[in-house]
C-alpha cells in the first residue's frame, strides 16, 4: 500500500471534508467504527458492494498513517 491517496480523498463538499473513499461518500471513520464493531472486511463489502478490499486496507493506512504523525501540543501555564 504505497500511496493511499490514490483511493482516499479530502473534499470540503463531501462529508464535511472527513477522508472518504474516492468515488464514495464512506468515510474512512465509518470503515473503522465497521470494522471495530466487529464487522469482517467480507460483511463491510456485501453491505456496501462499492467498496473493495483495497478500499478498506486503504482506509486502515490512513489512518495507521495519520495516527503517526500526530503531535502532541503542551500549553504551559504561566503562574
Known sequence: MNDVRMYIGIDPQ?????????GTRITVGDILQWLSSG?????????????QKIHIRAALAFAAER??????VVHETVA
Do not use: A, H, N, W
Open 67 to 72: 495516527d503517526s504523525i500526530t503531535k502532541v
Open 14 to 22: 463531501i462529508r464535511f471534508g472527513k477522508p472518504c473513499i474516492r
Open 39 to 51: 464487522m469482517t472486511e467480507q460483511e463491510i463489502i456485501d453491505d456496501y458492494p462499492e467498496l
